[in-house]
């Protein structure tokens, strides 16, 4: 169950970033660009979806960071061992705090 949960919330953030490039692309296009009113529509999106993805980013770049330093803790280097430590227990709670906010923030997702 949880494994669909997961694929479908991949597939959202997905198909958002997908959406988001095609409103850049619209947004330059010469014709959408004549059209106040769709100017103004694609932007309101464009702005919403950048929000949007804006959380799910700081979760990838967390993410990385996270693994970045539990790589360290196999280090030979004590210092780097202790450094890698302290910052992870900072990125663990990042990471707590952004769940929380993502849990309260899902994204839509089309079943």
Do not use: C, W
Request: hydrophobic share 40%; aromatic share 4%; net charge negative.
């Amino acid at each position: 169950m949880r494994a669909g949960i997961v694929f479908l919330y991949m597939k959202a953030i997905e198909e958002l970033r997908e959406r988001k490039q095609e409103l850049n692309l619209l947004l330059t296009n010469p014709e959408v660009l004549r059209d106040a009113q769709k100017v103004k529509e694609l932007s309101i999106e464009f702005a919403k979806i950048e929000k949007e993805l804006e959380l799910y980013n700081k979760q990838e770049n967390l993410n990385k960071r996270m693994s970045d330093a539990q790589s360290l803790l196999s280090s030979t280097d004590e210092e780097m061992r202790i450094l890698a430590e302290a910052e992870l227990k900072i990125l663990i709670r990042e990471k707590d705090n952004l769940e929380k906010t993502l849990y309260d923030h899902p994204p839509p997702i089309q079943e």
